[in-house]
């Protein structure tokens, strides 16, 4: 089965500082890929994905996010965070019907 | 953009009552989904359907499960006697053409189990 790994709990950085969130996965060929975001009490929102081509794919929000298989990882990036960023952000993978969803980094921004 | 709604927001029973959680789904898509997430725990997949029938189901969605469109347009899962460990939040999700496009996901049910 597939799975994605979010090695960081927790995440803190100061408003208009640079943020990744980490995310690897496993997978045998070569996986679709997702960023989802999780306001507090709202439901999940797509903010990117990942099928093939460009390695490099720009979401929502100002998000980024850059495939390496190298590296099995699928690392999402923002160059300049607001508060309104505060939030769980979780990395899912494509397993035939389904997408399956990592544990969440909890984003939190200090002022 | 187009939304999914999911209601209750909020359900609250008896440990041992049946539940139904009811989603309206966009109406142009097909393929619809129910994940449910524990307090802290990560969205974990519990069913996916497509055309009246169920496609896939994790281990979670043992017999006191089922899913249905009783009107062509609801989406709804039902518990059949709640246990405690059924708490949680319960996110509904639908889609145009399945898991490899956008998973549009309602607001999400919390269920409390007493």
């Known amino acids: 089965a597939q799975s994605v790994t979010q090695p960081d709990i927790h995440i803190t950085v100061s408003e208009g500082a640079s943020l990744e969130l980490r995310c690897n996965y496993s997978y045998g060929a070569t996986p679709y890929l997702f960023w989802y975001v999780q306001s507090p009490g709202q439901g999940l929102q797509l903010l990117l994905k990942?099928?093939?081509?460009?390695?490099l794919v720009q979401g929502i929000k100002g998000f980024e996010a850059e495939f390496k298989r190298s590296q099995s990882s699928f690392n999402l990036r923002k160059p300049s965070v607001h508060w309104s960023d505060a939030a769980e952000y979780f990395c899912?993978?494509?397993?035939?019907?389904?997408?399956?969803f990592g544990k969440g980094t909890r984003l939190h921004i200090l002022p | 953009e187009p939304e999914v709604t999911q209601t209750p927001s909020h359900q609250v029973t008896q440990m041992g009552q049946e539940v139904i959680l009811r989603c309206v789904p966009i109406?142009?898509?097909?393929?619809f989904y129910w994940y449910r997430q524990i307090l802290g725990q990560k969205v974990e997949f519990l069913v996916s359907?497509?055309?009246?029938?169920?496609?896939?189901k994790s281990e979670i969605f043992d017999d006191q499960f089922s899913v249905e469109r009783p009107d062509g347009s609801n989406f709804t899962l039902k518990i059949r006697s709640t246990k405690l460990e059924d708490s949680a939040m319960y996110f509904c999700a639908t889609s145009r053409q399945g898991a490899s496009e956008k998973l549009f996901f309602g607001s999400g049910t919390q269920l409390s189990v007493l």
């Open positions: 899912a993978v494509g397993e035939d019907d389904k997408i399956i």
């Open positions: 359907f497509y055309n009246n029938e169920i496609s896939e």
């Open positions: 109406s142009n898509h097909l393929y």
């Open positions: 990942y099928f093939s081509g460009d390695t």
